[in-house]
């Protein structure tokens, strides 16, 4: 079966919203870590995470919100940061203290993969990455390899990125690492389009929305996602 993952900014009501979006049918949860300088992010996400640091959510607030999303949801859970908050926090710390709070790996967007390898991770890959590159990603990544179907920020677009067939057939050709495919996906016809290609499905700024309406709202838009995905590829 095709994995869903959704991703969500930690905050106060992401652990309901978490356990809405796994009974909604995501796979995987990623819980982003606020950032004042999220480079990797279109304007949804941006917002979201100013909210959340407006609010205090701090590393430490962070890994106490993926231990209480942990209490709730079974699924594998997986903090996405930045490398100057691992640089000011700790590295090796972050690891531990993730662990603990129940992360099942993490995502750190802005770190080289040939950098703090003690901070086991999924390493990302874009359509501007060389076969070199990719290789050494996907030799060094934690379960999976996230594909980033566009050269850009994050955000919701209209159709799925052209560029990510030629990247999830050239990646396969250098490994057989599953590949999850990210950025710009945002509706069931998305979802479904890049599941035929991929093996697994993330979705973020559309959900980051939908969240803001209550967890009834984003567990159903989950479901929505769910359903496209396993008509396109039945298990």
């Known amino acids: 079966m095709k994995k869903l993952v959704i ?29 004042s300088d999220p480079l990797a992010e279109g304007p949804t996400i941006r917002l979201a995470s100013e909210r959340a640091l407006a609010r205090g959510m701090r590393t430490k607030e962070c890994l106490e919100c ?54 086991t991770r999924i390493q990302l890959v874009a359509p501007t990455s060389t076969d070199e590159r990719i290789a050494a990603c996907a030799e060094a990544t934690d379960g999976w390899l996230y594909l980033v179907s566009v050269t850009g920020t994050t955000g919701a677009r209209d159709d799925v990125s052209p560029a990510l067939a030629g990247l999830v057939e050239r990646t396969r050709a250098l490994t057989g690492v599953p590949l999850y495919a990210g950025f710009g996906i945002s509706t069931p016809a998305h979802a479904a389009a890049v599941a035929e290609l991929a093996d697994g499905v993330v979705v973020g700024s559309r959900a980051v929305q939908v969240a803001t309406e209550g967890p ?20």
Not at 14 to 20: G, I, N, R, V
Not at 77 to 85: D, E, F, K, Q, R
Not at 216 to 229: E, H, K, P
């Open 66 to 119: 993926i231990a209480a999303v942990r209490e709730r949801v079974d699924a594998p859970l997986v903090p996405m940061t930045y490398a100057a908050i691992l640089e000011a926090y700790g590295y090796e710390r972050f690891a531990d203290d993730a662990r603990a709070a129940g992360a099942s790996s993490a995502i750190v967007v802005d770190l080289p993969v040939e950098e703090h390898r003690e901070v």
């Open 7 to 35: 991703y969500l900014v930690c905050e106060p009501e992401t652990p309901e919203l978490a356990e809405a979006a796994v009974e909604g049918g995501a796979d995987i949860v990623e819980l982003g870590i606020p950032f």
């Open 216 to 235: 009834q709202a984003l567990g159903d838009y989950v479901a929505t996602l769910r359903a496209a995905i396993d008509a396109a590829v039945p298990a």
